[in-house]
């Protein structure tokens, strides 16, 4: 399909297509997201699971749990390291996929931004983007 989405990892190893345009888009800037991007925001492009083809065998996993001990999944590739996917035991009906590793970068278009409260202070985001101090109730990213 002309308008999938398609991506993958920095070697290759992993590869993607998600089916049509993502449900939402957004940056995150908690400090945990830093870490695993090595930057300073991560970029979530949110697809509901059954929209996502990845190849789950090249990937290996990350588990953090929040604090009401719910699980947050961070895959990788098992080669190059590159953060895939997000996924979220409290939400297992998306994916969010990683901005990064988009082949189209055209198709970004990120409308929201969580935990700017410990956003680096050089930062300054587009107005267009909703910011949000930390991660809002009722919010599903
Ligand atoms: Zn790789
Ligand atoms: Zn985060």
Request: charged fraction near 20%.
């Amino acid at each position: 399909m002309a308008d999938d989405l398609t991506g993958g990892c920095l070697c290759g190893a992993v590869r993607y297509r998600c089916r049509g345009e993502p449900d939402s888009q957004g940056l995150c800037q908690c400090e945990r997201c830093q870490k695993q991007s090595g930057s300073s925001f991560l970029i979530a492009v949110v697809y509901a699971e059954f929209a996502v083809e990845i190849n789950y065998a090249a990937l290996q996993t990350y588990t953090a749990y929040d604090d009401g001990g719910a699980a947050l999944n961070r895959h990788f590739c098992g080669v190059c390291g590159s953060a895939v996917m997000i996924t979220l035991d409290r939400y297992p009906e998306i994916r969010s996929m990683m901005g990064g590793t988009v082949d189209d970068k055209s198709r970004l278009n990120p409308t929201f931004c969580l935990w700017c409260s410990s956003g680096q202070p050089w930062l300054e985001l587009p107005t267009a983007i909703e910011q949000f101090p930390d991660y809002p109730d009722g919010l599903i990213a």
